[in-house]
């Protein structure tokens, strides 16, 4: 008996029902909040740093699905490697057997890794960072370890305990006893290690939230540190690896910076295939499987499937054939060089900063009295407000997706996908300019800003 399925025919006839699915089945704050910002859109196709509604408007993603599509949307060689994958009809996860595609992505891993020696495979951020908390304190015998404040490692449980920003973690205690020290201040981190007991410290070398560099010189000497007092550097690549800063990995922008744990997903899945990997050291992958008898202690169901594998090898192909760290890189020094210089034109923008295409846009308190009553109303009702009223005219008016960089910020955070170009940076800044006169002209954003300010006195 041949079972029929026509996945086609059903979008065809429950398509137009999505938001009315997810409010009743999902998580139904979504779609309250889509609707009150005005970004329940329907899109119905996407390509590279494109997608488009039903009639035909496209839109520009500066998003890349929170960094997912690094090669954008569709791209043709991982498409047809995961269809060569389906049509092979390989004898996936029999998990006794050492199939080949699992070996040769770590190959091609490793060699962008130098100092690394072994990965282990699993299917997501938060699930690569949960393996580098569980091999740091198995490889050192310690319990604690420490994160930076305001950082963000994912939210099952485990990452949850490293993630620097309250508000995820509210309702959700006991957590690990894990410990927060800033970013950036090697005294902290050099106070907690003297107690003893501290397994590692994981960093992201730029943080998502705001766009924080460590410091010049921190990670270096946060590494030697670490490594006086026996402790390891995990180093959080979920974001800013695989190009996107404009490097293979951002902490290779310092001279001198080897972690001993990497962690890395995102990107490598190509947006197809949910993927990540923990790269490190041989002899902390042998403290944790010490024995045939322990050669199971860790391990994923899903881990190494021929899918995911197959996407990681593709993806490494495209980046390495079309120059894609190279372009994040030239591109990304043009946006920013292009952005920085409307600081001085406009006095709602504060700051612009970031590395490669991972750039944070900051506005602040204006000086003129008219512009600073309207902030000031802004703040009084919700810090962030502003940087969301920048956010829906662009999507609204000139279809560009963005984000807000965390909530309560200021800040909105551009993570495009890395094969964007000059048509893209162009697109963008035109928009952007054209947002940033109305806000300084007292336009129709304002009207939108005041809708802002009744929905958050509301959810008091």
Known sequence: MTTEFDLGALLAERGAERYELHARHLNHQLPRMLHTIGFDKVYERGEGAYFWDADGNDYLDMLAGFGVMGLGRHHPVVRKALHDVLDAQLPDL?????????????????????????????????????????????????????????????????????LGEQGFRDGFGPLLPDTAVPLGDLDALESELKKGDVAALIVEPIQGKGVHEAPPGYLRSAQELLHRHKALLIADEVQTGLGRTGDFYAYQHEDGVEPDLVCVAKALSGGYVPVSVTLGKDWIFKKVYSSMDRVLVHSASFGSNAQAMAAGLAVLSVMENEQIVANARATGEMLKSRLTALIDKYELLADVRGRGLMIGIEFGRPKSLKLRSRWTMLQAARKGLFAQMVVVPLLQRHRILTQVSGDHLEVIKLIPPLIIGEREVDRFVDAFTAVMDDAHNGGLMWDFGKTLVKQAVANR
Request: hydrophobic content about 40%; charged content about 20%; some cysteine.
């Open 94 to 162: 029999t998990r006794f057997d050492c199939a080949p595609l699992p070996g040769l992505l770590a190959e091609r891993l490793l060699a962008h890794s130098p100092h690394l020696d072994r990965v282990f495979f699993g299917n997501s951020g938060t699930e690569a960072v949960e393996t580098a908390l569980k091999f740091a304190r198995r490889a050192t015998g310690k319990p604690r370890v420490l994160y930076c404040e305001h950082s963000f490692h994912g939210l099952t449980t485990g990452s949850l305990s490293v």
